[in-house]
């Protein structure tokens, strides 16, 4: 067994937990031109993401947010093509405050992406 660390890494850091929950709604359209099946849906995603621990870990990586993604599920026969954009309607970061000894220390700012997009393209044998 081999192991390898990069220099300057001490294997402690670790990721915080993330939990998600969705719910959404759909409606079969029925057949539509080309497509044998259209759906469009609307979903709201809530998730609470803890801060990351360990060495090198950021304060300020946990967050709880709220989204709503409103996308569409087609399909052409046997081809499967969904797509969705999540966009957020509530955000709550762990950010400490911006004070002259934060900003020193590196531990202000948040990583939250504001809009995910999402294509998925499957095909059933």
Known sequence: MAIMEREGATGT???????????GLTYAL????SFSN???????????????????????????RLMVAPGIDLRVKKLKIYADVSLPLVVN?????ATPANIAAGVVGQLVPSVIWRLQIGYDF
Not at 38 to 64: E, N
């Open 93 to 97: 970061t762990t950010v400490p405050a």
């Open 13 to 23: 850091y670790r990721p915080g937990n993330e939990f998600d929950l969705g719910a």
């Open 30 to 33: 029925g057949a539509m031109g």
């Open 38 to 64: 259209v759906s469009p849906l609307v979903q709201l995603i809530a998730t609470d993401r803890h801060t990351d621990g360990g060495t090198a870990s950021s304060p300020s990586s946990g967050f709880r």
